[in-house]
């Protein structure tokens, strides 16, 4: 067949099949596993043909074009294949960015660009912008295009995403951090994780804005690797930054040109050091769009973070619930401590994606009282913390590490759900971890 055929049917190969669909291009969609129902219905009701448990490859091989959703790895025989024939393999942000007018704000980094994301749609709805949300969160880019468009899109950009890019040129792109994150995918290479984060700004020209962390070792390496075209704004919270974003006597202090954006670190709505980086970098591209003080102001203090995210469950007889299961590597767990100020009884555990724990020893030695394993193999755990933690038990369900997280509690403690590993052993993905573990915690 020639025309398109999108590899996986999930949330982002579901929306490329629309927006071919609504095109006016011949499409097929083939799936390795099975399609989720949601899924399958969406493809019926559009009239997209498409095939699961397998992939008929004489068929795929016919494609002029292949859009590849971000959880196929390049080595999968099928997408070889291709490129030994020549076939164009393309992400679907990269289609999708073909068929819009609208300007892109792009967000990438291995911690913070979730909430970043969020926080950033969040400033330009109250600014009275019309701005869609889409990528890594929520609704893929080509379904969200495929429904209409948009003057500006906010897209939370993983690794894998910018893999599949060729043309995509964000006018703001947003780079958080770069820490060891699926590693398995990259040879076990950080240079090569962190040039595909870079991706993200190979395409800008000097027109274009290029907000980064300059605290973060990784990124600063990385500019020295790639030639950055578009104007760089940096953002830190160690050193002041004449043009871009700092912290001046806990003031969030923003510069962009001849204006200055002052803030109160009190009045943000995210706590913690990890959040005044994400309220740094959101302002920033607040600022470069030239959003008006009040309505930025106003947006970084009512602004309501993600599900999973350092959630708040609540309090059960004096012990607080936290809900943190979107950290699924170290550095966020990192993140998740550094914010705390109770003692902790730490839950985590879970499909171990390489982690190198040793950079959690002395947050773990100052505030885990207790460690409740939460994963089919937690060897790695035990060794690297059964030293410094004298309580430590094994749970293989949510309802047995909220029960057995609260009996090694006392009131003033806090039991932090913070994994450091992937989900996939006992739950179908981080949400569902999260959720049982809220439902858990209400059910005491």
Known sequence: MSGMVVLGAQESGVGAALLAKKLGMPVFVSDAGQVPERFRRMLDEAGIAYEQGGHSVAKVLQADEVVKSPGIPDTASIVRALRNKGTPVIAEVEFAARHTKGKIIGITGSNGKTTTTLLVHHILRKAGIDAGLAGNVGT?????????????YVLELSSFQLDGVKNLKPHVAVLTNITPDHLERYDHRMENYANAKFRIAMNQGPEDHFIHNVDDPQTRLGLLRHNIRAHQWPFSIRVPIEQGGC?????LHITINQTTFDMSILELALHGKHNTYNSLAAGIVARVLEVRKDPLREALSDFQNVEHRLERVGMVNGVEFINDSKATNVNSVWFALESMVKPVVLVMGGVDKGNDYKELRELVRQKVKAIVCLGTDNAKI???????????????????AVARGYEASEPGDVV????ACSSFDLFENYEDRGRRFKQAVRAL
Not at 140 to 152: P, Q
Not at 382 to 400: I, M, N, Q, R, Y
Not at 416 to 419: G, K, M, N, Q, T
């Open 416 to 419: 932090l759900l913070s994994p």
């Open 247 to 251: 912290i001046l006597n806990d003031n």
């Open 382 to 400: 035990k060794e690297a913390f059964g030293d410094l933690v004298p309580h430590f038990v094994e749970t293989s369900s949510a309802e047995e």
């Open 140 to 152: 893929s880019f080509a379904g969200l295009v495929a429904t209409g468009g948009h003057d500006w």
